[in-house]
């Protein structure tokens, strides 16, 4: 059954800067129906945005008044307030009972607003003059100057290359304006632009062997099946359920650092003319704790998907000693006259994800030390294919994009493919540059 988690109907889903005294009552529920929370152990809050996970709040079990209702109340006090600016967060609970952790909603995440106080910013008042009325003002007191001699008559100017009055009245006319929530107001679109305060960019692949995917044993747990390439990287393909190119924990654990923002990104392709699949990222783990969301499905690739490069955020609490498993990108579902296929795995540190590059150690292949040196491309050659790929910041136009929330809260000023997890309608939808559709390719 899915998890899920709404608000009751009396409370409020947005909360003020400033404001200590507002509380959320959300419901923990399985398929809608109210989760009996009166055996469990602990349970916590954790809030985030598009960035990934910021911070968590715990709430006293025997706090809750009525715990067959499935009810939870999240108390938004100074302490939880603190560093949270204005804009649009997501909310998710998590309760630990001797069963183990259930997380709340199990499909996406539930949204909920911190809007701005009348003090958040600073009004003021600027007196404005038009052009014209500058000219007239000047000219009124250029009358009152004593006029000289009257020199000889000049060359008459050239003003062609001057700017005229109505050209610098219609430039004066453009108009950028802050929201106060992140965006900005260009002539009236909203435009988000790059947050140097929360987006990072990474770049360095910590993961080794992702081009030529023909290890099995030191990083990554499935080599290549076909001869099909894509960007001159080989290709994983399946046509059965859970199963993709996974990260082994015991080689990645050791590369990160908890409470650190990592991006895992690949491309994704369903060849199946009929048949849409669900994309989701599960981490097989025995023991490693997580910040930011895992074990869900954020995508449907729909027939003759075409290539997609998907990202997904992973921030680690904490890693056990000894660790096994996997962390991979997984198909739930079977395609039944075509492929999911899987190429250029990723794992850089940062909140934007980046188009593919080899990991450092990737530019030589060590085992080609063993061969002829005639047979081996000196390292002036291998160099200077790879420094053409380089690596530059994923187009934004070609990167999906995910996020969440209901019908009301959907984004604006965006590009054709942009993905949205519409909580209202509980499915994810597309953008088609014109309109929004489900995978069935409905409007809706």
């Given at each position: 059954?899915?998890?899920?988690l709404s608000f009751t109907d009396t409370s409020p889903q947005t909360v003020k800067i400033g404001d200590t005294?507002?509380?959320?009552?959300?419901?923990?529920?399985?398929?809608?129906?109210?989760?009996?929370?009166?055996?469990?152990?602990?349970?916590?809050?954790?809030?985030?945005?598009?960035?990934?996970?910021?911070?968590?709040?715990?709430?006293?079990?025997?706090?809750?008044?009525?715990?067959?209702?499935?009810?939870?109340?999240?108390?938004?006090?100074?302490?939880?307030?603190?560093?949270?600016?204005?804009?649009?967060?997501?909310?998710?609970?998590?309760?630990?009972?001797?069963?183990?952790?259930?997380?709340?909603?199990?499909?996406?995440?539930?949204?909920?607003?911190?809007?701005?106080?009348?003090?958040?910013?600073?009004?003021?008042?600027?007196?404005?003059?038009?052009?014209?009325?500058?000219?007239?003002?000047?000219?009124?007191?250029?009358?009152?100057?004593?006029?000289?001699?009257?020199?000889?008559?000049?060359?008459?100017?050239?003003?062609?290359?001057?700017?005229?009055?109505?050209?610098?009245?219609?430039?004066?006319?453009?108009?950028?304006?802050?929201?106060?929530?992140?965006?900005?107001?260009?002539?009236?679109?909203?435009?988000?632009?790059?947050?140097?305060?929360?987006?990072?960019?990474?770049?360095?692949?910590?993961?080794?062997?992702?081009?030529?995917?023909?290890?099995?044993?030191?990083?990554?747990?499935?080599?290549?099946?076909?001869?099909?390439?894509?960007?001159?990287?080989?290709?994983?393909?399946?046509?059965?359920?859970?199963?993709?190119?996974?990260?082994?924990?015991?080689?990645?654990?050791?590369?990160?650092?908890?409470?650190?923002?990592?991006?895992?990104?690949?491309?994704?392709?369903?060849?199946?003319?009929?048949?849409?699949?669900?994309?989701?990222?599960?981490?097989?783990?025995?023991?490693?704790?997580?910040?930011?969301?895992?074990?869900?499905?954020?995508?449907?690739?729909?027939?003759?998907?075409?290539?997609?490069?998907?990202?997904?955020?992973?921030?680690?609490?904490?890693?056990?000693?000894?660790?096994?498993?996997?962390?991979?990108?997984?198909?739930?579902?079977?395609?039944?006259?075509?492929?999911?296929?899987?190429?250029?795995?990723?794992?850089?540190?940062?909140?934007i994800a980046t188009d593919w590059t080899p990991a450092p150690e990737d530019k030589v292949n060590v085992s080609?030390?063993?061969?002829?040196?005639?047979?081996?491309?000196?390292?002036?050659?291998?160099?200077?294919?790879?420094?053409?790929?380089?690596?530059?910041?994923?187009?934004?136009?070609?990167?999906?994009?995910?996020?969440?929330?209901?019908?009301?809260?959907?984004?604006?000023?965006?590009?054709?493919?942009?993905?949205?997890?519409?909580?209202?309608?509980?499915?994810?939808?597309?953008?088609?540059?014109?309109?929004?559709?489900?995978?069935?390719?409905?409007?809706?």
């Amino acid at each position: 059954m899915a998890k899920t988690l709404s608000f009751t109907d009396t409370s409020p889903q947005t909360v003020k800067i400033g404001d200590t005294t507002t509380s959320f009552t959300l419901i923990c529920g399985n398929d809608n129906v109210a989760t009996d929370l009166t055996k469990v152990t602990s349970i916590t809050v954790k809030l985030g945005n598009a960035s990934g996970y910021l911070k968590s709040a715990t709430v006293d079990p025997t706090s809750l008044t009525d715990p067959t209702t499935g009810q939870v109340t999240v108390k938004f006090n100074a302490d939880l307030m603190t560093s949270l600016p204005a804009g649009s967060y997501a909310i998710e609970v998590w309760v630990d009972d001797s069963a183990g952790t259930s997380i709340y909603p199990s499909d996406g995440s539930t949204g909920f607003t911190i809007a701005n106080n009348i003090q958040s910013a600073n009004g003021s008042t600027i007196t404005t003059i038009t052009f014209d009325d500058f000219v007239k003002a000047m000219n009124k007191a250029a009358s009152t100057i004593a006029k000289g001699d009257k020199g000889e008559k000049g060359d008459t100017p050239d003003l062609s290359n001057y700017t005229t009055v109505t050209d610098l009245n219609n430039g004066l006319s453009t108009k950028v304006t802050d929201n106060k929530n992140g965006t900005e107001q260009l002539n009236g679109v909203q435009v988000q632009p790059y947050n140097k305060l929360s987006d990072t960019i990474g770049g360095r692949n910590l993961l080794i062997n992702t081009a030529q995917l023909n290890d099995s044993t030191v990083c990554l747990d499935n080599k290549s099946n076909t001869s099909d390439t894509y960007l001159g990287l080989n290709i994983y393909q399946i046509n059965n359920l859970w199963d993709g190119v996974g990260v082994y924990w015991h080689y990645l654990a050791p590369k990160l650092k908890t409470n650190t923002n990592y991006i895992m990104s690949e491309y994704v392709i369903n060849t199946s003319p009929t048949t849409s699949v669900n994309i989701g990222v599960f981490g097989s783990d025995t023991g490693v704790v997580f910040n930011s969301p895992i074990n869900y499905i954020f995508l449907t690739l729909p027939p003759n998907s075409g290539w997609t490069r998907i990202s997904a955020l992973v921030n680690i609490a904490s890693v056990p000693t000894t660790v096994s498993g996997t962390l991979k990108f997984e198909n739930a579902n079977k395609p039944t006259d075509g492929y999911v296929q899987f190429a250029g795995l990723k794992f850089e540190q940062g909140s934007i994800a980046t188009d593919w590059t080899p990991a450092p150690e990737d530019k030589v292949n060590v085992s080609d030390m063993r061969k002829p040196a005639s047979d081996v491309a000196g390292i002036e050659e291998v160099n200077a294919k790879q420094d053409k790929i380089g690596y530059t910041p994923a187009d934004d136009s070609k990167v999906l994009h995910l996020s969440t929330g209901d019908t009301t809260a959907r984004p604006t000023s965006i590009s054709a493919g942009y993905q949205y997890f519409d909580t209202s309608l509980n499915k994810p939808i597309w953008y088609t540059g014109k309109n929004w559709v489900d995978a069935t390719g409905t409007t809706v």
